[in-house]
């Protein structure tokens, strides 16, 4: 398999993150993945957005489950950019994408975009948490899903297989050639998060993982070319 190169949040290095902006900046950089974050809205619509609020990245405050999608819609994402839903990036972008949730309900939500639009093929499933990645594999026959970890040692290799993940998204900052031995023995695959350095792209190599996760689109071009 070729090394993956991953747009965090888009390009938020660069542009805007979880914005239909940074998406298509990300595509138009050649990223091989677009990754994205999910929350479900108060009326149920399935947002795009790191945080729980929306503080930090946009000129409101408070809980986006607070939120209806009208007064999500009414806010500032950044350079005019409003906030997405997640069906909006499937039809703006046609790279494919890993979508990341934070719970069993947001599992639920996108679990039914995913079987109305068959996008078995064209999206990964990803999470922090081992239960929303069994929710969605329940719900979806064949989906791809990655276990996500910040902070891990190499019993995050025996959550992902227990959770039936096919790949582990791990912090760089804490990765290690024990973990990624471990990693596989089990099969799984093994990206690195986030690389924005020449240093840390190096330490991907040097592992030899299968992608890294960045903010700025300038690693399709070094990352294939650095050792």
Not at 55 to 72: M, N, V
Request: net charge negative; aromatic share 4%.
């Amino acid at each position: 398999m070729n090394f993956l190169t991953i747009g965090h949040r888009g390009v938020m290095g660069v542009e805007p993150e979880n914005t239909l902006r940074s998406f298509i900046a990300a595509q138009h950089a050649g990223l091989d993945l677009i990754e994205l974050d999910l929350h479900l809205s108060k009326d149920g619509a399935l947002v795009v957005m790191h945080d729980a609020d929306v503080d930090r990245t946009t000129d409101g405050s408070g809980p986006i489950a607070e939120k209806t999608l009208a007064e999500l819609r009414a806010l500032d994402a950044g350079h005019g950019e409003r906030v997405p839903v997640f069906e909006e990036v499937l039809d703006a972008v046609r790279a494919p994408l890993q979508a990341e949730i934070k719970d069993t309900a947001a599992a639920r939500a996108l679990a039914e975009v995913m079987l109305r639009r068959d996008l078995v093929g064209r999206v990964e499933v990803s999470s922090f948490h081992d239960e929303a990645i069994a929710e969605i594999t329940r719900l979806v026959p064949g989906v791809r899903t990655a276990l996500i970890a910040s902070r891990y040692d190499v019993d995050v290799v025996d959550r992902a297989v227990e959770a039936g993940a096919a790949t582990v998204c791990l912090n760089i900052r804490r990765l290690t050639l024990e973990v990624v031995e471990h990693a596989r023995k089990a099969d799984l695959r093994i990206i690195g998060w986030v690389v924005n350095t020449q240093d840390h792209l190096r330490l991907v190599r040097a592992l030899e993982l299968d992608g890294a996760t960045t903010d700025y689109p300038q690693i399709k071009r070094t990352g294939r070319f650095t050792a």
